[in-house]
């Protein structure tokens, strides 16, 4: 599994003009699935991605996670982040199949919101335009 986690401001993710999901103060996570992921993983990942401290605290120190700052999570899926760049032409048969990456990505999601966190989300394989104001800006590329 990999994420790209941007703190952000405020983000939304609009799907055929209309928002499907927004948040203020937060994280937008890019979430791409591999074909080796499992609950576990994703598991994993949503205890690594709510537990980051990249928050500044009062003095200026990223030691805040998003629970001390009072945060939300914006979830977008993104099998891109296992392009095969080889090429110019990218490829993805690197990335999960629907049908074990869609119960993961909602896994994930579900994981963030027993850990008490407001979680909104795209679509997953629809064609999505993001939106961020980034916070910083601090971005962070996990891999699991």
Not at 51 to 69: P, S
Request: proline content about 3%.
């Amino acid at each position: 599994m990999k994420a790209v986690v941007t703190r952000v401001k405020n983000a939304r993710v609009e799907i055929d003009g209309a928002v499907n999901g927004a948040i203020d103060q937060g994280l937008l996570v890019l979430l791409g699935v591999g074909p080796d992921d499992t609950q576990a993983t994703a598991d994993k990942m949503a205890d690594k991605v709510c537990g980051l401290r990249i928050f500044e605290d009062e003095a200026g120190k990223m030691n805040r996670n998003l629970e001390t700052v009072g945060g939300a999570l914006l979830v977008v899926s993104q099998f891109t982040l296992y392009a095969d760049t080889s090429s110019r032409r990218p490829g993805f048969s690197g990335a999960a199949k629907p049908d074990l990456a869609i119960p993961l990505y909602e896994r994930f999601m579900d994981q963030c919101r027993e850990r008490g966190f407001t979680v909104e989300h795209g679509e997953f394989g629809a064609d999505m335009q993001v939106f961020s104001q980034n916070d910083g800006p601090v971005t962070i590329l996990l891999e699991l």
